[in-house]
């Protein structure tokens, strides 16, 4: 168990870090609400170790409701490979920044496990050169988005799994099925039994379901499960403690699948989708971050994919 200790590193910045080795464990408040959590807007950016070699960066996403797009970064003796990017030029800057203070090694792989517009639409500020690394549908995604980001030619595709060595350490890309994008990639470290999923696991967010393929979804967490990680990172809310995030995966998954159940009831009674939207109950998780805004969507693509209207 770990607790968060406060440590200074160059250019005076703040860095919170959290020591894996520490027995004193911090119980934290279980939400993805900084201000809940007993945190500062201006903890933000922050930059957490997780293991020797592995750091996740915080950043807020935009918007009034206040909850962290957190990415992860691995620093090897022969360059480093960041899972994800910020929403923005400036925010992922701001990343690029935070991974300069912890090495010189150089950025060689952008992963984009997720290709919204939260994730890569700073990735112009990444080095010129990184090679970017994403799943097929995510490319094309990108390719067709009018003013996003676009990966270049020299992009690796992973439809299913890649294998990196990188400094002697292994890291494997994975894709564990169709999730919250289409193109969902995992970052997996079998080393140090690390998972990042991205938006696969949103922590304490409520699924989001604007672009996502529901009961594949859960599929992909059993799998994700399945690994027994140590760690699992999500791509939106807090970076937990490994026993933590074993449980908060799980009560994800628990959330998706109670999403999924209260639409397909109000589908399964001829309820019509207007009426499903005003009439969903979603019980604990309307407590859970973006439930206003992303409970009607969520009703929205579940009666999609029960009137086989998802590809
Ligand atoms: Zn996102």
């Not at 968060?4 to 020591?19: C, I, K, M, N, S």
């Not at 807020?60 to 994800?84: P, Q, R, S, Y």
């Not at 760690?231 to 403690?241: C, D, K, N, V």
């Not at 019509?272 to 939207?277: L, R």
Request: net charge neutral.
């Amino acid at each position: 168990m770990s607790r968060l200790r406060a440590g200074r590193l160059a250019f005076g910045l703040f860095f919170p870090v959290l020591a894996t080795t520490t027995s004193l464990a911090q119980p934290v408040v279980r939400t993805a609400d900084p201000i809940a959590r007993g945190l500062k807007e201006s903890d933000f950016p922050r930059t957490i170790k997780v293991a020797d070699n592995v750091y996740t960066y915080e950043d807020f996403h935009a918007g009034a409701e206040k909850f962290t797009t957190t990415n992860m970064f691995v620093v090897t003796a022969d360059g480093v490979l960041v899972a994800d990017g910020q929403g923005s030029a400036a925010e992922t800057k701001g990343l690029v920044d935070a991974i300069r203070t912890v090495t010189p090694q150089p950025i060689k792989y952008v992963v984009i496990c997720s290709d919204h517009g939260d994730h890569t639409a700073g990735n112009a500020s990444f080095p010129a050169g990184v090679t970017y690394i994403l799943h097929p549908t995510a490319k094309a995604i990108l390719e067709r988005s009018p003013n996003g980001w676009k990966p270049p030619p020299s992009a690796m595709l992973v439809p299913d799994k890649h294998s990196l060595t990188l400094g002697g350490d292994t890291i494997d890309i994975l894709f564990l099925g169709r999730a919250h994008t289409g193109g969902d990639l995992s970052v997996s470290l079998p080393r140090q039994k690390i998972l990042f999923l991205s938006e696969t696991f949103l922590n304490r967010v409520f699924p989001a379901m604007r672009s996502a393929y529901p009961s594949e979804w859960l599929k992909a967490l059993d799998r994700a499960e399945a690994m027994k990680a140590d760690l699992y990172i999500a791509g939106h809310g807090f970076t937990e403690q490994g026993p933590v995030s074993n449980e908060e995966i799980r009560a994800y998954h628990s959330a998706l699948e109670a999403v999924i159940a209260e639409a397909t009831r109000l589908h399964r009674a001829g309820v019509p989708v207007e009426d499903a939207v005003k009439q969903a109950n979603w019980g604990k998780y309307a407590s859970w971050t973006l439930a206003s805004s992303q409970g009607p969507i969520a009703i929205r693509r579940v009666y999609a994919e029960l009137n086989g209207q998802l590809k």
